[in-house]
């Protein structure tokens, strides 16, 4: 990849911005305590490539995680999630000013549960509510990640920054948005676990198996946003264009909610053939749904049905699954009281899932799952009378 010399500065407290969000949730890593050790002298040094043109992403670490589904991951170096956040911190407010209102994905205050709560009101609102027919259209997009197209990602880009971004560092700030964009972390990583842990997982979701030109990683924040951005134009398409009031999309969920089952239906092509011909992304076949309200619609974890929303099998099972996994765990110290980080690995995984859990009618559900399934914790934590949270035993 050739990167032209740009114009244009990168003011050093704008890294140094950048440097300090970065580190926020990354701190106890290997690679940010390393940087740390000297952040001003490597800030320094990463400042100085930026401006002069030289930075090149380095080696990320690859690995696959099975919770909530299994992914794969690329975790960049912590110099180049600096870089990360310094172009998404110059891009975001412009982002935000053309994105709709329901794309939710790495969006402040606009999570899964912002998701499902405006979901429930589409369908509360489509079905006057509940008391006439609305329908649900759920699409999925096969393998999104891995067949972002790069080279239209990039022409949308520039085409945004040139338009609507007023930096005098405009220049630079396209060129380092190449240079991230174009490398692929695939041809430069370490594995992390044994390579079997790719085993199952379809060709579709991994980085390795792109096409040429293809390909985001998941892991980075610059893939997330981009991602979003990639996808802006069929959101607008699809609230102009085909005219649907209530549509929401989470990445590449999306649903569609109206009073006509057939007109809905009969975008299905039409959509398929938007994505294709201007974005290169195709529907995932066996993830079309399309049902009257009342039969439930699952989104982001949940089950929304008229009135009421209950918490989804996965996440269900992944609650059980954490319990018997830290049950097992226990069981590794033979009586012995278990250390700090074992406790806090128990306290925070199923506070993790209470709190996701609480903000559904669940209670029942809590005090059944934990008072069934979790075993020899409870002299050294407790959880509150509502079963939302625990806390660990002086």
Not at 110 to 119: E, M, N, Q, S
Not at 350 to 362: A, D, E, P, Q, V
Request: charged share 25%.
């Amino acid at each position: 990849m050739n990167v032209e010399p740009a114009t244009g500065y990168i003011e050093f407290h704008e890294l140094l911005e950048a440097y300090f969000r970065c580190r926020k949730n990354k701190r106890r890593t290997h690679n940010a305590l390393a940087f740390e050790l000297d952040y001003e002298a490597n800030l320094v040094t990463l400042w100085n490539e930026i401006n002069d043109g030289t930075y090149r992403p380095g080696k990320s670490i690859a690995f696959i995680v099975n919770k909530p589904v299994k992914r794969e991951i690329f975790a960049a170096d912590f110099r180049d999630r600096i870089v990360h956040h310094l172009i998404i911190s110059k891009l975001n407010p412009h982002f935000e000013a053309l994105f709709i209102f329901d794309s939710y994905a790495c969006r402040t205050g606009k999570g899964t549960l912002f998701g499902i709560k405006r979901l429930e009101r589409f369908i509360r609102r489509a079905s006057a509510n509940y008391s006439r027919d609305a329908y649900v259209l759920k699409l999925d997009i096969r393998g999104f990640f891995m067949h972002i197209n790069v080279e239209i990602l990039y022409e949308k880009l520039v085409e945004f920054i040139q338009s609507r971004y007023v930096g005098a560092d405009k220049e630079l700030l396209m060129s380092l948005t190449k240079v991230v964009l174009f490398n692929n972390p695939s041809q430069n990583c370490v594995i992390k676990g044994a390579r079997s842990g790719w085993d199952g997982l379809p060709p579709d979701k991994s980085l390795f198996y792109s096409p040429v030109n293809c390909g985001l990683p998941i892991g980075n924040l610059s893939s997330q946003v981009f991602a979003n951005f990639y996808l802006n134009a069929f959101d607008h398409f699809i609230k102009g264009d085909c005219g649907i009031k209530f549509y929401s999309r989470y990445v590449d969920d999306f649903v569609l909610v109206h009073q006509d089952g057939q007109y809905l239906r009969s975008l299905i092509p039409v959509i398929r053939s938007y994505l294709l011909c201007e974005l290169g992304l195709q529907l995932h076949p066996n993830k079309i749904y399309l049902q009257r309200y009342e039969k439930g619609v699952t989104y982001l974890g949940a089950v929304i049905k008229p009135g009421r929303t209950y918490v989804g099998k996965r996440i269900k099972a992944n609650f059980y699954g954490s319990i018997k996994k830290h049950n097992l765990v226990l069981t590794g110290f033979y009586g012995d009281r278990p250390d700090l980080s074992a406790r806090r690995s128990f306290q925070s995984s199923l506070n993790s899932y209470l709190g996701i859990m609480r903000h559904h009618k669940t209670h029942r559900l809590r005090r059944s799952m934990v008072s069934k399934n979790v075993q020899g914790w409870w002299r050294y934590s407790y959880v509150d009378g509502a079963i939302t949270k625990f806390a660990l035993r002086p």
